[in-house]
């Protein structure tokens, strides 16, 4: 399927692995143009020349903390006008609520409510008048299945969950659509991360870590990053200018709620 988004200009945060990576590279797949982001040079570097290698697209590298307000500045300089922004930020790790302080909770609200609300602030005007736009923020599947461990994560993400919800009301008319990608254990190195971490804390194998993941997920696997990828480039398609407001689940089939 032509997704019809040959030749637009996306911005995709935190993009140069994991799962925004898999994003970026969707988008390039389909011709898009990419102003990507990563806080490693050499790391960033090496998905700017994958995307052009595979894809042939212009790609612009912002290297930096997506949290920094100067990174930001620096991702809109060298994507002015863009049609498409994907959200994404690494998050909190697990941990426990009784040893949380308030500047934790600071940090996490920071990192991965308001500033993507501040991403969504400085290109929402421009799309409303162009007539077209496209967010999609990557939040999580802990969003609607909020675990204790978790609720650094949730809490910030759930804010921007509800807020975004708002604005896309707002926008609709417009062409332009918001929307949310809850994911749950991806093969990424973030998955590496968790299972090693509850590897230590069960003193069991990463091996063994693994297989319990999996055991917990109705597909009996890890999800692929490239299914998330295409999942974000059809919520930025032309075709899904009627989609708005939604938090579509990325899980295995997983999730046992109804709605």
Not at 1 to 22: K, N, P, W
Not at 219 to 229: H, K, N, T, V
Not at 239 to 252: F, P
Request: with cysteine; glycine share 10%.
């Amino acid at each position: 399927m032509d997704l019809g988004i040959e030749g637009r200009h996306a911005i995709v945060c935190a993009s140069s692995r994991g799962l925004g990576f898999a994003c970026a590279d969707a988008l390039a797949g389909e011709g898009v143009h990419l102003a990507i982001n990563g806080r490693d040079r050499k790391t960033h570097d090496v998905a700017r020349e994958r995307l052009v290698e595979a894809h042939g697209v212009h790609v612009w590298p912002v290297e930096g903390d997506i949290a920094d307000p100067s990174t930001r500045a620096a991702l809109l300089g060298a994507c002015p006008e863009p049609d498409i922004l994907v959200n994404n930020n690494s998050g909190p790790s697990p941990g426990r609520f009784a040893t949380w302080e308030r500047a934790d909770w600071l940090d996490a609200i920071d990192a991965n409510m308001l500033t993507p609300l501040d991403m969504i602030q400085l290109v929402l005007e421009g799309m409303v008048e162009r007539g077209f736009g496209r967010i999609v923020n990557i939040t999580s599947a802990m969003v609607k299945s909020p675990r204790a461990a978790m609720g650094l994560s949730t809490g910030a993400r759930a804010g921007l969950t509800s807020v975004a919800k708002a604005l896309s009301r707002d926008v609709a008319a417009h062409n332009v659509t918001i929307n949310n990608l809850l994911p749950e254990r991806f093969d990424t190195a973030r998955q590496q991360q968790m299972a090693e971490l509850h590897a230590q804390r069960a003193g069991i194998t990463i091996d063994e870590a693994y297989e319990r993941m999996t055991a917990t997920i109705a597909a009996g696997r890890l999800g692929q990053p490239s299914e998330f990828g295409d999942a974000c480039a059809f919520l930025c398609s032309a075709q899904a200018g009627y989609i708005s407001g939604q938090n579509l689940q990325l899980d295995g089939g997983s999730y046992e709620g109804l709605i």
